[in-house]
């Protein structure tokens, strides 16, 4: 990407300012002003407020750089699981964890943000839903309370995990997965054996 801005001769700055005018977006950050000037000038965007406030639109060459550029605003979008008593679902969903510190030495809960961050991850991801996502998480500390919760993850791990590379794992989902299916829930229902 910047290879091919600096061939157009641009900064990173007026590419954003582009942006923002192509999505509808604010602008920010960066000093607009001094920005739009030069864009008008190098004729990637045109004014047409016609002296009634500020009104900007891409010229085609603009427009053409977006698309070289691949722009895909979908990651912007909030999952619809998360529109809905997202902070409550979180709450709850944190107090179903230990107070303090795990075996492994690291808090059991993590902070609000770094959860809602996961959490948007995971509904772009699964089609679960916080009905679900609770009972699993339920089901998976209370298996680990039966062994101290030596070797849990915390709040934030068990929602995603990075692996090997740039892929994520979700020990929630496989527990979402077993909550759906009706599997292992009785704990107590392990295949035993009598020996005589």
Same mark, same amino acid.
């Given at each position: ?5 600096? $061939?157009?001769?641009? #900064? ?48 085609? $060459? ?7 550029? #691949? ?27 230990? !107070?303090?510190?795990l075996p492994s030495g690291k808090p059991a809960r993590a902070d609000k943000k770094n959860l809602e961050n996961n959490f948007k991850w995971f509904f772009a991801n699964y089609s679960y839903t916080w009905d679900t996502?609770? $009972? ?24 995603? !995990? !990075? ?6 794992? #979700? ?9 759906? #299916? ?15």
């Open positions: 990407m910047f290879t091919q801005i600096l $061939k157009e001769n641009l #900064s990173p700055n007026q590419l954003y300012v582009i942006y923002c005018i192509k999505y509808n977006r604010p602008v920010s950050v960066v000093n607009i002003h001094q920005e739009i000037r030069i864009l008008v000038s190098d004729e990637w965007i045109k004014d047409e407020s016609n002296g009634k406030g500020y009104k900007y639109a891409l010229t085609p $060459k603009a427009d053409l750089l977006l698309d070289k550029l #691949s722009f895909d605003i979908k990651d912007d979008k909030v999952p619809e699981e998360m529109k809905v008593n997202v902070l409550d679902n979180i709450s709850q969903y944190i107090e179903l964890f230990p !107070k303090g510190k996502v609770l $009972k699993a998480t339920a089901f998976y500390v209370d298996e680990f309370e039966k062994v101290n919760f030596m070797y849990m993850r915390t709040s934030q791990y068990f929602i995603r !995990k !990075k692996e090997d590379g740039n892929t994520f794992a #979700s020990e929630l989902a496989n527990y979402c997965s077993i909550v759906e #299916s009706g599997d292992d829930l009785d704990t107590d229902n392990h295949f035993k054996q009598n020996v005589v």
